[in-house]
Each structure stands twice: as structure tokens, then as C-alpha cells.
């Protein structure tokens, strides 16, 4: 149990156009979802947290209008990158919490290569 | 200074040894201590989850904090081929749903 996926796996797109990424909770409600990214040699870092119907909290230096987080329901979060940058080439990486808000289960995260 | 650090390594081990991985915080804040494995292009999955200071065993593997030194191990007995990953250590200062701050990761290979 407790599997989220995410939708692309890898995305590759030309600078100044929007990217989406889908994170979806399979088999529970997701009542938190976080977005991570990681540069390589670096650690995951925190971008923001989300609540089902609320909108997304952003970590200090991330842009809120540069990255959209919608979390429309209880298993679907997205996180658009809008106008995206040869420095925003990532792995981005989401998780949820469920009732056991203790435990955050990671998806298999998204490649991102932006030229 | 880095909030959390961890040696990225690699770290390469015989199979059937004991291996000890750690990191080091400086926040003292951070309550709750996670230790997490990753394969190749897959996900973080949990392998422990510990509070405060003190061990924590479940199989092969045993989690130790020390809140006073900052310092967090996780021991991997008996290691086999098949431990070989990236072990990321994370923690959180509140027990509820808040954001973890991860380590760099140590790439552990177990040598058959």
C-alpha cells in the first residue's frame, strides 16, 4: 500500500514554455502533499507544502508565481513550472501523507531538462 | 554550515559486514530522525523513523539518535548485494505533517 506515482517521468522542453507534473496518492487520501527538488550532488530540498483545497506554502526563495502547485483533491497534486529556464533542469520529486501524517511516501520523481 | 550533513561517499563494503552510515545536524530543534534508501532513479522509500534519542531496531536494521552529539547512525547487519542504494538520512522538527530536511545521501555498494 501507501504507492504515489508521478506523471512525467522524464520532460524535456525548450526554455520559456510551462511543464506540468502530475503526483497522484494510488491508494489513500492524501491530506499533505510536498514538492522536492534536487540538483545533482545536492539534497532533496523542500519547495512547498500543500493541503487538499488550500493554497500551496512555499519555502523561502521559491518562487510562487514561477512554481504553481494546485491540489485539487485528496490524491492529485500538480506542479507547474511556467516559463521554464535552462537553471530549472531538475529531478522534481513529490510526497504525501496520509492519516499517519508521520510517514511521507515518495513518488519515483520527474527529470526535468529544459533547453 | 549545512543543516544536515552526510558523507556522500561512495561507501564500499564486503557482503556480511556491518555497515554504519551517519550524519550530523546542527539544528537542535529537529525531533524526528528518518532514514530513508533510494535506488537508481526511484523514489525515497522509509526504512526507519525514530523520536527524540535512543535506538530503534526492526531487522538488520537499527537506527541510534543522539540529540546531545547531533549525530544520527543507521547500522545495516548482515549487509547484502541487494542493500546496494543511496541512503538519504532526513529530519522534522514538529510531529506533524512538515517538510523534511534531507542529507546529501551516502551511496553504499555491497560487494558480492
Known amino acids: 500500500g501507501a504507492v504515489v506515482s508521478q506523471h512525467p517521468s522524464w520532460v524535456i522542453c525548450k526554455s520559456g514554455t510551462s511543464v506540468k507534473i502530475e503526483c497522484r496518492s494510488l491508494?489513500?487520501?492524501?491530506?499533505?502533499m510536498f514538492w522536492y527538488r534536487q540538483f545533482p550532488k545536492q539534497s532533496l530540498m523542500l519547495m512547498a507544502t500543500?493541503?487538499?483545497?488550500?493554497?500551496?506554502?512555499?519555502e523561502q526563495g521559491v518562487e510562487k508565481d514561477k512554481f504553481l502547485i494546485n491540489h485539487a483533491s485528496l490524491t492529485l497534486s500538480t506542479l507547474t513550472v511556467t516559463s521554464a529556464h535552462p537553471e530549472d533542469s531538475s529531478f522534481y520529486i513529490c510526497?504525501?501523507?496520509?492519516?499517519?501524517?508521520?510517514?511521507?511516501?515518495f513518488g519515483p520523481g520527474t527529470r526535468l531538462l529544459v533547453l | 554550515q549545512k543543516e544536515v550533513e552526510q558523507d556522500p561517499g561512495p561507501l564500499s563494503v564486503p557482503e556480511g559486514a556491518i555497515v554504519s552510515l551517519n550524519c550530523t545536524y546542527s539544528n537542535s530543534a529537529f525531533q524526528y530522525f528518518m532514514w530513508y534508501r533510494q535506488y537508481s532513479r526511484k523514489g525515497p522509500e522509509l526504512l526507519m523513523y525514530t523520536y527524540s534519542s535512543g535506538n530503534k531496531e526492526d531487522g538488520r536494521f537499527t537506527a541510534q539518535v543522539d540529540k546531545s552529539s547531533k549525530y544520527i547512525s543507521l547500522f545495516i547487519r548482515d549487509s547484502q548485494p541487494s542493500d546496494s542504494a543511496t541512503y538519504l538520512c532526513a529530519m522534522k522538527i514538529g510531529g506533524g505533517a512538515d517538510g523534511l530536511t534531507f542529507g546529501k545521501g551516502t551511496h553504499l555498494i555491497i560487494q558480492p
Open positions: 491508494d489513500f487520501q492524501a491530506t499533505t
Open positions: 500543500s493541503n487538499e483545497g488550500s493554497k500551496a506554502t512555499y
Open positions: 510526497s504525501a501523507t496520509g492519516l499517519d501524517w508521520e510517514t511521507q511516501y
